[in-house]
């Protein structure tokens, strides 16, 4: 946030800082990722957790984000928030303020209709903890675990966090959560990774704006599905711990519906939006302390951050960003000065960076990028109308109130800038003050008037520079993700044309199915691929059974050209006689089984008009374990789960309503 000292108008950061160069490169970004860039576990879990031992009562909790930051002056404290009658904690206006104390309603009737065993285990939470009664009822809303009133200073107590956003590219004001209430933190004995645990849908918040602050069964399942389902494929994401269908309530949407809650958990709930809320407010010393929050909390340090790049073209210079740099260095100088707050903003940068270009790797698309729904840590959040991609068109929007296909896949890349560069407004101050930032004069009062020039200059250099190191962030995620799963270990600079840009033409103009493309590609031997007309034959796997009118001889011969520079390529990497290991690798990056939108569908139909309730835990095994042939629990329903989208079914879209 830009402003004049004192109380004069403020400063904004010019949109010039995307300049003719930059807004070229991110137009020519979202044409390439048309035709389209070290293996991790972002989310901090593990496949082995042995002291998954613990209840929900006896897990280690803090309260670092309530301790730390401003809580909204009309119930200030816990004590003060359960006394009042929980009607006075609906909707209204908070300043000066990052979140409310409120305690969730009560619910009646809940039924628990599905847990996450891996999540159980991330948390270090025993299998048998999710059977308890107290389980049941914490993850309800029915039982707070952490507060005492008799002992009102100890404990923790539950929380909805405050901020804003742009909607559709418009200012909304003031958001919030408005249906969402965390409960705790914990932080895991076996990684590190402090997760703050919620409830969305457990009842009305300060920033319920006009709703109701609950959430519909359908909605609930999909998040539930998809949190855990990207956290499998190793996508940053947040996560799903349960699914409680509150069966003594419906909800009013479209329809009366019935209501849910889904227990979910993220290493922070901070989004873009939280940023957005003090700078339009103006409130310089709020967005102060929610940055150096950030820093120190969220990301674990100042020293953690990542340091300024050397000398030299970004695309060759992006890995070489450095840890351990401490607080009060400045490196560089003049308008290429950088301080702590410069750091900070590259490490959100490179973050949502490699998250977006693994949704675009995968085929995810979470339909309604708003800033409130763009993390500050780069995960996956708030799931809405989010789809994964059938047939591959990159103008494909799963929103059906995104007319201007501004969330549709093609967009995403340039959205996340869109998105990053409205962060950096509001940290534009902090990035613009350079080696001023700690002076009395500029923490109290904001930019002189003589320096304002300089400021502006610098905050834009900057933002501009680290519009190029997103830029290159993204394409070398994308590429090192694209290399995997077309099954090689090296990249060649005419991998890109040759191979990624290729096949996806291939996929959009022959409607070809963007995940079944690379699994059965998977399936291929090199004998598969010997011959002009083994290749041609081999080229008709990629279509859908029975879809011969459009096997003509123009469109296998594309494909059968491709599939020979493809076997070129594997046998460079690979040699010509280790097709096992090879498969058994591109099997272990490309997933049989994706929770489509039409399998949402009839999951959402079976649990909520047939009272099937087994379905989800079958749904859940596939989407917890994505790469694997088999699930052992119906053969025909495992196959048709992973078989071809029935007609009329694909690339659907649903509403933002939940």
């Known amino acids: 946030m830009l402003r004049r000292a004192a109380n004069a108008r403020p400063l904004i950061v010019q949109q010039r800082i995307l300049t003719p160069r930059t807004k070229t490169s991110f137009t020519r970004l979202a044409q390439t990722m048309a035709h389209l860039s070290s293996t991790t576990t972002p989310n901090g879990t593990s496949d082995d957790n042995p002291k998954a031992t613990h209840t929900l009562r006896s897990l280690p909790k803090s309260n670092v984000f309530t301790s730390n930051l401003p809580a909204d002056p009309a119930f200030s404290t816990p004590s003060v928030s359960h006394s009042a009658p929980r009607q006075s904690l609906g909707p209204r206006m908070v300043k000066e303020a990052l979140y409310t104390y409120v305690r969730p309603e009560t619910t009646a009737d809940p039924e628990l209709l599905c847990v996450s065993k891996r999540a159980l285990r991330d948390l270090g939470l025993a299998e048998e903890e999710a059977k308890s009664d107290e389980f049941k009822e914490v993850v309800a809303g029915n039982k ?33 959560d408005g249906r969402a209430i965390s409960l705790f933190e914990t932080t895991s004995s076996s990684t590190g990774v402090r997760y703050e645990v919620q409830l969305k849908g457990a009842g009305r918040t300060p920033y319920s704006r006009f709703a109701d602050g609950r959430a519909v069964l359908r909605s609930s399942i999909r998040e539930f599905v998809v949190s855990e389902y990207l956290n499998a494929l190793g996508i940053p994401t947040t996560r799903a711990l349960a699914l409680t269908l509150c069966k003594g309530s419906k909800v009013r949407r479209e329809t009366l519906e019935p209501g849910a809650i889904v227990t979910r958990f993220a290493q922070s709930w901070v989004r873009f939006g939280t940023f957005d ?19 120190e909390n969220i990301y674990g340090g100042w020293d953690k951050l990542p340091s300024k790049l050397p000398f030299g073209d970004v695309k060759d210079t992006h890995y070489r960003s450095k840890t351990g740099v401490s607080k009060e260095r400045i490196e560089g100088e003049g308008v290429d000065e950088e301080n702590r707050y410069v750091r900070l903003y590259r490490a959100i940068i490179r973050n949502n960076a490699r998250t977006v270009a693994a949704w675009q790797a995968y085929g995810f698309m979470n339909g309604v990028l708003n800033t409130d729904n763009t993390s500050i840590l780069g995960l996956s959040i708030d799931f809405g109308p989010f789809a994964f991609l059938d047939a591959f068109d990159p103008m494909y929007t799963p929103n059906h109130d995104d007319h201007m296909l501004r969330y549709s896949y093609r967009n995403q890349p340039t959205i996340i800038w869109w998105n990053l560069v409205r962060l950096g407004e509001a940290l534009g101050e902090l990035l613009g003050a350079g080696s001023t930032v700690d002076d009395d004069i500029f923490v109290t009062q904001g930019v002189q008037k003589d320096a304002e020039d300089a400021v502006v200059a610098r905050a834009e250099s900057i933002i501009s520079r680290c519009g190029d190191e997103y830029r290159a962030v993204f394409l070398a995620e994308y590429t090192r993700l694209m290399t995997a799963r077309l099954g090689l270990r090296t990249h060649k600079a005419s991998d890109f044309e040759d191979l990624f840009s290729e096949f996806l033409d291939v996929l959009e103009k022959y409607e070809l199915d963007f995940h079944h493309g690379f699994r059965r590609l998977s399936a291929f031997t090199l004998a598969d691929l010997e011959t002009e007309q083994s290749r041609r034959d081999a080229a008709g796997r990629f279509f859908r059974s029975g879809d011969a009118p459009r096997q003509e001889d123009e469109s296998r011969e594309r494909i059968a050209k491709w599939l020979e520079n493809w076997s070129w390529r594997v046998v460079e990497d690979w040699g010509d006689d280790k097709d096992a290991e090879r498969q058994a690798a591109m099997r272990a990056v490309n997933p049989n089984f994706v929770p489509r939108s039409w399998i949402l569908d009839e999951l959402i139909k079976r649990v909520e008009k047939q009272g099937e309730r087994e379905i989800l835990d079958k749904v859940m095994d596939m989407a917890l374990s994505p790469f694997e042939e088999s699930w052992g629990w119906d053969e025909a329903e495992e196959e048709r789960f992973c078989g071809d989208v029935p007609k009329h079914r694909g690339l659907l879209q649903c509403s933002c309503s939940s």
């Open 144 to 176: 707070i675990i952490t507060w005492d009133e008799s002992n009102p200073d100890q404990g923790v107590y539950p929380w909805s966090q405050c901020y804003g956003g742009y909607q559709f590219g418009q200012w909304a004001g003031q958001l919030g």
């Open 277 to 295: 809320l003090p700078r339009m407010r103006g409130d310089r010393t709020l967005l102060r302390k929610l940055a150096d929050y950030t820093a």
